[in-house]
């Protein structure tokens, strides 16, 4: 299990080449980006470091015993970033394919409405903090 919080961009082909040693049928990965269009020029994530990385750590766990997944990444940049940028990635590796997309999706799921970090995009009527949107408060629904 890898769970990163860093400033720095990730390099998708690396982290999945790196999964595909764990001798697995099926890796799926998820990556976000910060939106852009002309409504937002940058985001800015804040998190509390050590309360972010437990969270993630949880998540990922609960996905890899509900799952049988073999491994799992998970890296979350904070920091400033411009539109276009990486955020998010969420690859992880299992036996077979139904388990890695359902443990990629549960982990993203969970990602936007459970993790601890907070979201500042700027557009061009200034600031704005970002809430969770009620279809990522539903989109847990399907979890219990």
């Not at 904070?78 to 388990?99: D, E, K, M, T, Y």
Request: glycine share 6%.
């Amino acid at each position: 299990m890898k769970i990163l919080v860093q400033t720095e961009d990730f390099d998708l082909s690396a982290e999945v080449a790196a999964l595909h040693a764990a001798q697995v049928g099926a890796i799926v990965s998820f990556v976000g980006t910060v939106r852009s269009d002309a409504a937002v020029t940058e985001m800015e994530l804040e998190h509390y470091p050590g309360m972010t990385e437990k969270s993630l750590i949880q998540i990922a766990q609960q996905a890899s015993s509900r799952w049988q997944l073999n491994d799992v990444v998970i890296i979350h940049r904070v920091g400033l970033l411009p539109g276009g940028a990486q955020i998010v990635l969420v690859a992880v590796a299992s036996q077979h394919r139904g388990n890695a997309f359902a443990g990629c999706e549960f982990i993203m799921d969970y990602l936007k409405s459970e993790a601890p970090f907070w979201k500042k995009e700027t557009g061009p009527d200034g600031p704005r903090w970002v809430d969770a949107r009620s279809t990522d408060i539903t989109a847990l629904d399907k979890w219990q």
